[in-house]
């Protein structure tokens, strides 16, 4: 069983930040697409960001700006770097890993939670 390791969740307030970690094993994080989702309540997860082995992210146009997605490949782990928080972007955030050769696998995370209010 492949364990994603998350951290950083938390309560801040308004125009605050966060900081999310996640560590994988290594031999899965060298190849794989390392990823954030949320679910806030009553909606289903969402994209957040999300980063390949070269580099390349990708953002939902709504998270462009404030939230920055990187990778240290020496310490296996994926970070999301959140910036300016407004009171929507309360929700469980989910690490995942993904690769698709020969075949779709996903591995996720626990998930950990974000709250922004005053």
């Known amino acids: 069983q492949v364990q994603l390791v998350e951290s950083g969740g938390g309560l801040v307030q308004p125009g605050g930040s966060l900081r999310l970690s996640c560590t994988a094993p290594?031999?899965?994080?060298?190849?794989?697409?390392m990823g954030w989702y949320r679910r806030a309540p009553g909606r289903q997860r969402d994209l957040v960001a999300k980063?390949?082995?070269?580099?390349?992210?990708v953002y939902p146009e709504s998270i462009k700006g404030r939230f920055t997605i990187s990778r240290d490949n020496a310490k296996n782990t994926a970070y999301l770097q959140m910036n300016s928080l407004k009171p929507e972007d309360t929700a469980v955030y989910y690490c995942?890993?993904?690769?698709?050769?020969?075949?779709?696998?996903?591995?996720w995370g626990p998930g950990t939670q974000v709250t922004v209010s005053s």
């Open positions: 980063i390949t082995p070269g580099g390349f992210t």
């Open positions: 995942n890993a993904y690769h698709d050769y020969p075949r779709n696998v996903n591995y």
């Open positions: 290594a031999d899965i994080f060298s190849i794989y697409t």
